[in-house]
């Protein structure tokens, strides 16, 4: 489609649409090709080690798919298809990216830790390397030296310091193990497939043009800051690129409703008349993980207050927003209470202006979809916010936590 100005309703479905939310969820068992169509969509799944109610990694393909096996991920990167590395964050990308991130893998690495272990403990990094390729993979606990317990979050020891530094230059890859979610790290040429490695990597310019490309289909219409945020790279190197893109047609200047910058349009993007969709969003999925853009598309504001704490909270610790048709109209704060087997909807809260009598029956079967899905037996709602009345009463049975 090729248009000059969208409305704010079109941009929405325009986005979605690119996320895969215009597709329909499978009704029959679902396997590696939905996997496959999903990851065609997204192209990046963020990965996070929070798993209150289950990681933030599984729950991008539970909002497209629906109950799905678990295992597709870890499957997906077994045979090659997935690896890990920088990208929006920590994630999982598809292997036949890889020659596209190779500019930041060889470039030089601005983390001040390297550095100063490199100055203390010269050679040690050529160390940790030939022990991986003599000894096989390994995880940072194998190369701890720390003495005493841990600090904080990011209080790495050395060990952890050079497997992090050569994971980023793309010597050595990971995968993680699944009983505690570390990092196992081997030689890239031993987890890689042979034929991805040997493509060859296109320049820094042009690698970040393909990423923008991609990073526009993904979203279908964004701004600059929107498509450089998708695979995180930064607006000025990439500014003069999306220019050269719109000149070759590749992409589409627009103007969006309400927005005061302009808009990039993929000419491949869809714009369905309806988005028939009730998911549930994870805090880093797609859709919402750029805040800015999410106030921008929907007029919802979404903050993780995972890091605030739980006096200062204003919706709850582990909050997911509520995709209904084509916006974002509530948020749950869920959590899987695994011994108890209980899916827990600590609160539930809808927008202002939102037909709640409506939209409860949805969420109710969204959530015990997301109990099956999880081996919980049951879906216990608390009292707390403006939507959980509705949902007590359409669920028939509830109990407060």
Same mark, same amino acid.
């Given at each position: ?52 109610? #289950?990681?933030?990694? $599984? ?47 060889? /470039? ?24 991986? &390729? ?10 701890? $030296? ?7 979050? !990011? ?88 220019? &050269? ?83 974002? #109209? /509530? ?15 600590? /609160? ?24 099956? !899905?999880? /081996? ?26």
């Amino acid at each position: 489609m090729a248009a000059e100005r969208l409305t704010l309703a079109q941009a929405r479905r325009i986005a979605l649409a690119a996320q895969g939310f215009a597709d329909p969820r499978p009704t029959g068992r679902v396997d590696r090709r939905h996997f496959r169509r999903a990851l065609d969509r997204m192209g990046v799944i963020q990965i996070d080690s929070v798993n209150v109610l #289950v990681r933030s990694q $599984e729950l991008p393909l539970f909002a497209r798919l629906g109950p799905h096996p678990r295992t597709l991920i870890s499957d997906a990167t077994a045979a090659g298809e997935l690896f890990e590395y920088w990208v929006h964050e920590a994630s999982h990308v598809p292997t036949e990216h890889h020659h596209l991130h190779r500019w930041r893998m060889s /470039g030089t690495h601005k983390w001040e830790r390297y550095w100063t272990m490199d100055k203390r403990r010269p050679g040690y990094l050529d160390e940790v390397l030939r022990r991986i &390729e003599m000894d096989g993979p390994l995880a940072s606990g194998d190369l701890s $030296e720390r003495v005493g317990k841990k600090g904080t979050w !990011w209080d790495w020891d050395d060990g952890k310091v050079a497997l992090e530094h050569l994971f980023w230059s793309g010597l050595i890859t990971a995968v993680r193990r699944p009983n505690d979610f570390a990092r196992i790290y081997d030689l890239s040429e031993r987890v890689i497939p042979p034929q991805v490695l040997a493509r060859p990597a296109p320049s820094e310019a042009e690698a970040r043009k393909q990423l923008l490309l991609l990073a526009a289909k993904h979203h279908g219409v964004g701004t600059l800051q929107d498509l450089t945020d998708y695979h995180r790279q930064k607006n000025a190197p990439c500014k003069p690129l999306l220019d &050269e893109l719109v000149e070759e047609g590749a992409l589409h200047v627009v103007q969006v409703q309400g927005w005061d910058k302009p808009a990039y349009l993929h000419p491949q993007a869809k714009l369905p008349r309806r988005i028939e969709a009730c998911a549930f969003l994870s805090p880093f999925d797609p859709v919402c993980w750029n805040r800015d853009r999410s106030e921008r598309l929907f007029g919802f504001h979404y903050r993780i207050e995972i890091y605030t704490p739980a006096p200062k909270r204003t919706y709850g610790y582990y909050v997911l927003p509520i995709l209904w048709g084509d916006s974002l #109209v /509530g948020r749950l704060d869920l959590k899987a209470d695994r011994h108890n087997r209980t899916l827990l909807v600590h /609160g539930s809260y809808a927008e202002p202006g939102v037909p709640i009598d409506r939209l409860a029956p949805d969420v109710v079967r969204e959530l015990h979809a997301m109990a099956g !899905w999880l /081996g919980l037996d049951r879906v216990a709602i608390a009292d707390r916010g403006d939507l959980a009345s509705t949902l007590q009463r359409v669920a028939g049975r509830y109990s407060s936590v």
